[in-house]
């Protein structure tokens, strides 16, 4: 089972390019949340675009998840020149006594109102570009693996 890429919601786009969203220096906080399979991002920019957008949030009875999801540090990569890669902590859930079912991962900027940054499928292997749920039994781990960054951007040189 492989993650998908994390894909920006177009009304980050346009907010980011605004100023809206503090990556660096004192960032904003964020959050990682989990939905179920049900929940279909809609990235447009007259689609998703807050928090209370996303529907079937997975559930926190007994599941090793909290509601709202866990605040990740954001970093900037700038090692490679012309490019700035951002970033966070793989964030990971331990499943409690019951399983923890999810299919995407949902970023989203609480210093500045809930507003959603990026999503990634946990499970891009089976349809990819659809949904779908995975199901972590109790006492196992959920970790999304956020190695090459969540979104790059880079100078085009003309």
């Not at 998840?65 to 966070?88: H, K, L, N, R």
């Not at 959603?116 to 990819?128: E, G, Q």
């Amino acid at each position: 089972m492989a993650a998908g890429p994390w894909i920006v919601y177009d009304s980050f786009l346009k907010e980011k390019n605004l100023g809206t969203h503090v990556m660096g220096g004192t960032p904003d906080i964020f959050k990682v949340a989990l939905a179920a399979q049900a929940y279909v991002p809609d990235i447009l920019l007259a689609g998703d675009a807050l928090y209370s957008d996303i529907t079937n949030e997975v559930s926190q009875t007994d599941t090793g998840y909290t509601t709202g999801g866990q605040a990740e540090v954001v970093s900037i990569d700038d090692t490679v020149a012309g490019e700035m890669t951002i970033d966070i902590v793989s964030p990971d859930w331990t499943a409690g006594t019951a399983n923890l079912v999810a299919a995407t991962a949902i970023i989203y900027n609480t210093s500045k109102s809930n507003k959603l940054v990026a999503y990634c499928i946990l499970d891009d292997d089976t349809t990819p570009g659809t949904p779908t749920d995975i199901t972590v039994t109790s006492t196992n781990t959920l970790t999304v693996n956020t190695a090459a960054g969540i979104y790059t951007e880079s100078r085009i040189d003309a």
